[in-house]
Structure formats: structure tokens, C-alpha cells
């Protein structure tokens, strides 16, 4: 492990609230999702403001109407929508932490209401990296864990240096089967 991720890992380490580990356990690694995390998934309001904003430009001169700032109210409107979706964005990935045990997965999310995803490493089937092409393109992936599970995101979505972090959970996975 490199000083950076050791260092990073004792960071998220610490912002775990203790209460969250059991007696004996470890944390092998706990990470935030990449900064890109705030515009990836604000990208689906970024691309719906920025439609509505070219239709409103493309369709505003041919409709005779009294009022002369619509396209200015227009691009406050998209431009308030898109920093609005940013701050939601922000405080989702604030919120965010990822954590490898050597007895569990963890995702802990939500600023006001926290939601913790946990599942033993003994009921993953396995863990697959996967990436889209603008993940790719940003340097993050995705683990997505084959769980026994009933949770709608058995997920760590866009995780920075994805194949680092998608090898320290192969050897705990391969550690919790022996």
C-alpha cells in the first residue's frame, strides 16, 4: 500500500463512527468516491437543463410574447436548476464513505438521514469492476458486490484508482472463503 492510500485509508478509517465496527474487526480500507462523483451524477440534470435551455432559445423568437427578458429568465431558471442538482450532488458525495472490513462490506450514505449498507464478505458471491466510458474517461469505476442481499445498490459507485480498490476486496473476498 502506498503512503497516499494509507494514509488516505486512516482518514476514512476515522470518520467512521466506531459504533459501526464489531468487536475484532478491521478496517482494511475506507475510501470516499472520487470528487467526479458530484458530476457524474449531476450530469442528468446538467443535460435536461441544458436541452430546455436550447429549445427555449430555439422556440422564444418565433412565439410573440410581451415579455422581453425570457431568455435571461429562461437561463436563470436552467442556471439555478443545474447549481441547485450541483449542491444536492455535493452533499451526496460529502456523505459518502466506503469501507472493507475484514468481516464486511460497508457503504454508509446520507447527510441528514443515514442509510449503511453492510454485508458479510462470507454471503458475496463476488465483486466485478465495471466503468462506463465516462468513468473511464475520468479515471473511476464502479464495484458492483453479487450479494445475498435485499439492498437496491450493492455498490461502490465511482470510486478513484478503481483496480487498487477492486484488488484489496478480491484478496479480503478470497481471505473470507478460506
Same mark, same amino acid.
Given at each position: 500500500?502506498?503512503?497516499k492510500? @494509507?494514509?488516505?485509508? *486512516? =482518514?476514512?478509517?476515522? !470518520? +467512521?463512527?466506531?459504533?459501526? #465496527?464489531?468487536?475484532?474487526?478491521?478496517? %482494511?480500507?475506507?475510501?470516499?468516491?472520487?470528487?467526479?462523483?458530484?458530476?457524474?451524477?449531476?450530469?442528468p @440534470?446538467?443535460?435536461? *437543463? =441544458?436541452?430546455?435551455? !436550447? +429549445?427555449?432559445?430555439?422556440v #422564444?423568437?418565433?412565439?410573440e410574447?410581451? %415579455?422581453?427578458?425570457?431568455?435571461?429568465?429562461?437561463t436563470?431558471?436552467?442556471?439555478?436548476?443545474v447549481?441547485i442538482?450541483?449542491?444536492?450532488?455535493?452533499?451526496?458525495?460529502?456523505?459518502?464513505?466506503?469501507?472493507?472490513?475484514?468481516?464486511?462490506v460497508?457503504?454508509?450514505?446520507g447527510?441528514?438521514?443515514?442509510?449503511?449498507?453492510?454485508?458479510?464478505?462470507?454471503?458475496?458471491?463476488?465483486?466485478?469492476l465495471?466503468?462506463?466510458?465516462v468513468?473511464?474517461?475520468?479515471?473511476?469505476?464502479?464495484?458492483?458486490?453479487?450479494a445475498?442481499?435485499?439492498?437496491?445498490?450493492?455498490?461502490?459507485?465511482?470510486?478513484?484508482?478503481?483496480?487498487?480498490?477492486?484488488?484489496k476486496?478480491?484478496?479480503?473476498?478470497?481471505r473470507?472463503?478460506?
Amino acid at each position: 500500500m502506498t503512503s497516499k492510500s @494509507a494514509a488516505q485509508t *486512516a =482518514a476514512g478509517a476515522k !470518520a +467512521l463512527p466506531q459504533q459501526l #465496527l464489531n468487536e475484532g474487526e478491521v478496517v %482494511i480500507l475506507a475510501v470516499k468516491p472520487s470528487v467526479w462523483f458530484v458530476l457524474l451524477s449531476a450530469w442528468p @440534470a446538467i443535460a435536461v *437543463a =441544458a436541452i430546455v435551455m !436550447a +429549445l427555449g432559445f430555439a422556440v #422564444l423568437p418565433t412565439i410573440e410574447m410581451q %415579455i422581453t427578458y425570457s431568455r435571461r429568465v429562461l437561463t436563470m431558471l436552467c442556471a439555478s436548476a443545474v447549481l441547485i442538482q450541483l449542491f444536492i450532488s455535493c452533499c451526496q458525495w460529502t456523505g459518502r464513505l466506503y469501507v472493507l472490513t475484514n468481516v464486511r462490506v460497508l457503504r454508509v450514505r446520507g447527510v441528514f438521514r443515514v442509510d449503511v449498507f453492510q454485508c458479510p464478505l462470507q454471503k458475496i458471491r463476488r465483486a466485478t469492476l465495471t466503468a462506463t466510458r465516462v468513468e473511464r474517461l475520468c479515471g473511476v469505476g464502479t464495484i458492483v458486490f453479487d450479494a445475498e442481499t435485499e439492498s437496491e445498490e450493492p455498490c461502490w459507485l465511482h470510486v478513484a484508482r478503481p483496480s487498487d480498490v477492486n484488488d484489496k476486496v478480491q484478496e479480503a473476498l478470497r481471505r473470507a472463503r478460506k
